[in-house]
């Protein structure tokens, strides 16, 4: 099946500091990629919805200006976490849209932020 | 609104067993469904899908049911193997609009087998 990456798996990092997270389809261009955010014992959550050069579609509640989406292209998206702060300690997971043959969505491993 | 996950529900059998995991879904205009296989520290794993104009599907091991009427979905796996143990979440798609494509999932069921 189709393979999603995300890197880093874990970082832990200081409270005011940003941390990227990557994603990239590795054998499919991905019309669409999708970030999550799930904290323990929880299901996972929408944040955003991240479309190839244009701007991502963030769901009610969350903050583009604190959660940058940079969708470069069709196999990699990015999630920044600026001025991180305890609270956004979480596990985010990305998925990555197939068009081919049925827009199946393949989630990568996630990665695990630790804010400290 | 979106399903959002509480602390989750368990379910524990014996291995050998058959299970069924049930979920709830919110929106009547979702046309596709799938179950996910979430294991500790990982994302989910694809397990099985279905369309709103059936009502059954299977896999390997894996049946997927689905009540329209009720807003039902429930996976039965059959001889349950400690393998199997993991978090299972149902998600659903909606059909179009501005939401075309957008999983929101369920609250998830922990499923425990014991050898």
């Known amino acids: 099946g189709a393979v999603v990456s995300q890197h880093p798996s874990r970082v832990i990092c200081k409270s005011g500091t940003s941390v990227k997270i990557e994603c990239r389809s590795l054998d499919f261009q991905a019309t669409t990629m999708f970030w999550y955010r799930q904290f323990p014992k929880q299901s996972l959550m929408l944040m955003a919805t991240?479309?190839?050069?244009?701007?991502?579609?963030?769901e009610q509640g969350v903050e583009k200006d604190k959660f940058l989406i940079n969708h470069a292209s069709l196999t990699l998206s990015t999630l920044t976490v600026t001025s991180a702060h305890p609270e956004d300690s979480s596990f985010y997971i990305c998925?990555?849209?197939?068009?081919?043959?049925?827009?199946?969505?393949?989630f990568g491993p996630g990665t695990r932020l630790t804010v400290l | 609104g979106e399903s959002v996950g509480l602390h989750l529900p368990t379910l524990s059998v014996q291995e050998g067993d058959n299970s069924i995991i049930n979920c709830a879904y919110s929106?009547?205009?979702?046309?596709?469904f799938i179950w996910y296989k979430q294991e500790s520290g990982k994302g989910p794993q694809f397990i099985i899908d279905i369309r709103s104009n059936m009502d059954k599907r299977q896999g390997q091991r894996v049946t997927v049911l689905l009540n329209k009427t009720v807003k039902h979905l429930s996976l039965q796996i059959a001889a349950t193997q400690p393998g199997d143990s993991a978090v299972y979440f149902c998600?659903?798609?909606?059909?179009?609009?501005?939401?075309?494509?957008?999983?929101?999932f369920g609250q998830g069921t922990i499923l425990t087998v014991h050898p």
């Open positions: 998925s990555a849209t197939d068009p081919s043959p049925t827009d199946t969505q393949y």
């Open positions: 929106n009547s205009a979702s046309d596709y």
């Open positions: 991240s479309n190839e050069g244009s701007k991502a579609t963030y």
């Open positions: 998600a659903e798609i909606s059909a179009g609009g501005t939401s075309y494509g957008k999983l929101t």
